[in-house]
């Protein structure tokens, strides 16, 4: 049969695929630029998704060159790792679960595998099913390729969640009898400010502290919503009995919040927690003093 | 495309989350550092991001933020599109009043905004969406005469 004498002459099937994925990477790409993950990732230009397309097709061609259809570790697949990574890590961070992420690449299959077909004159001959095969079969291995990404950019956000869970733990420290301090760091936001307001107010009770200290040093940005909390917090505690003083609100941060129109008149603020602190400190009547004044002081009293 | 460095191109970054303004917050201070801004001017910029993507987020129902570095000439720069197609401003002069808020905020996310950038520009469609479009361009610093 004529048919088995071709299959003898013809080139291993995969590198058909390489040689389509070379040849029609252009059109390839176009199509892929208007499927669902390359569309949601390159959201600002069209070019950018079609660029992207262009490397994912010339990573697979040169993976079917290797003959290597199933490997997720065929070298070929080097060059666009961490594109597919950012890819699938900028899906996950809209939301988008690794299920749905691994849809998304099985779609690009079909795009794919239709441009394959109607390269053959006989789309149903032996020899079109073959090729369309090996295409679906490198296919999937992206798809196995981007899941392993995704699972690794899963972990990360894990991580990242469990650093800010570790933000949440804020600690009231008693400075000195009566008085209180929350070091504040990283991001305020509306859960963990209520965090922070619920742990001073409970320690103001706990301590029966007077003075309460909100050192907001590390945090980066007082916007509105962070300010807004800040006079809550110092409202509550007004109302517990305490004074709130805060500190560390840096030169950069101050310039701002009097842009944005927000009036911190009636919150005590320092530039600094030492200065916080030695201001409680002296409305209690404790000063602190270097020690060769304080003997001074001693020796003053006993003349 | 004009593109300051390699390093700075245009990006879109989504919002619809707590987690996601922290992100715009982190990824506008590092492109505004990157082309050259000045420590307030990164601060003030950062804030007015802030602001502006937190009210995507809570009165657009979410949607992006479109960054692109500008380069012109000696001057570069930071345009930053917050975009929603939530329900749109109907009365913009009273959405920009110090103080106006339709719910619990400080009203002072717009109006502050504005204060803190050198353009500011409003496109809003009832029903539609709104985007908020502000540039702020870096000052240069010329050359201090105290160099070691
Ligand atoms: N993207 C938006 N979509 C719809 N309405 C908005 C948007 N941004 C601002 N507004 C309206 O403008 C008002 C003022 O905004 P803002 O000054 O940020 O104050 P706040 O957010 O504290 O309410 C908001 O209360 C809201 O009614
Ligand atoms: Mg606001």
Redesign the pocket.
């Known amino acids: 049969m004529s048919v088995s004498e071709e299959n003898a002459e013809r080139e291993p099937v995969a590198y058909q695929v390489s040689a389509f994925l070379e040849r029609r990477r252009e059109q390839i790409a176009q199509r892929w630029a208007d499927a669902a993950l390359f569309r949601t990732v390159f959201t600002v230009s069209r070019d950018e998704a079609v660029e992207a397309g262009r490397a994912v097709a010339a990573a697979l061609a040169a993976v079917a060159a290797s003959g290597r259809l199933d490997d997720i570790r065929a070298s070929g697949f080097e060059a666009v790792r961490d594109q597919l990574g950012r890819m699938a890590a900028s899906r996950a961070r809209t939301g988008t679960d690794p299920d749905g992420v691994a849809n998304e690449v099985a779609a690009l299959r079909e795009p794919a595998t239709e441009l394959l077909r109607a390269e053959f004159a006989e789309p149903d001959a032996p020899e079109a099913h073959e090729a369309v095969l090996a295409l679906t079969v490198l296919m999937g291995t992206l798809r196995l390729v981007v899941m392993e990404t995704t699972v690794s950019a899963g972990e990360e956000l894990i991580a990242r969640q469990r650093e800010q869970l570790h933000e949440v733990a804020t600690p009231v420290i008693k400075l000195w009898e009566s008085t209180v301090a929350v070091p504040l760091i990283g991001t305020l936001d509306s859960a963990r400010s209520q965090v922070v307001m619920e742990s001073l107010l409970d320690a103001i009770v706990a301590e029966r502290a007077r003075y309460a200290i909100l050192d907001i040093t590390g945090v980066p940005t007082v916007d509105?919503l962070v300010a807004q909390h800040l006079m809550k917090t110092v409202a509550a505690a007004r109302l517990m009995g305490a004074e709130c003083i805060v500190s560390g609100i840096r030169p950069a941060i101050a310039q701002t919040i009097v842009h944005l129109g927000i009036d911190l008149g009636t919150v005590l603020t320092r530039s600094s927690l030492a200065d916080a602190l030695a201001y409680a400190l002296s409305q209690q009547g404790v000063e602190i003093a270097p020690l060769r004044a304080v003997g001074a002081a001693a020796d003053a009293g006993t003349r | 495309m004009m593109q300051a460095s390699r390093h700075a191109g245009p990006a879109s970054l989504p919002i619809g989350s707590d987690a996601d303004l922290a992100w715009v917050r982190q990824q506008v201070r590092q492109a505004a550092a990157e082309l050259g801004f000045g420590l307030v001017q990164q601060t003030k910029l950062v804030t007015a991001a802030s602001?502006l993507a937190?009210?995507?987020l809570?009165?657009?129902g979410g949607g992006h933020v479109q960054i692109t570095p500008l380069d012109a000439g000696s001057s570069r720069g930071l345009r930053l599109a917050f975009v929603?197609t939530?329900?749109?401003?109907r009365d913009l002069d009273q959405?920009l009043t110090d103080g106006?808020?339709?719910?619990g905020?400080?009203?002072?996310?717009?109006?502050?905004a504005k204060r803190l950038v050198q353009e500011f520009e409003v496109d809003?469609r009832p029903g539609e969406g709104?985007t908020?479009t502000v540039t702020a361009w870096a000052t240069v610093v010329p050359p201090s005469r105290t160099v070691p």
């Open positions: 509105s | 602001e937190r009210n995507t809570v009165h657009g929603d939530g329900p749109g401003i959405a106006y808020t339709s719910g905020g400080l009203g002072l996310g717009l109006s502050g809003s709104t908020v």
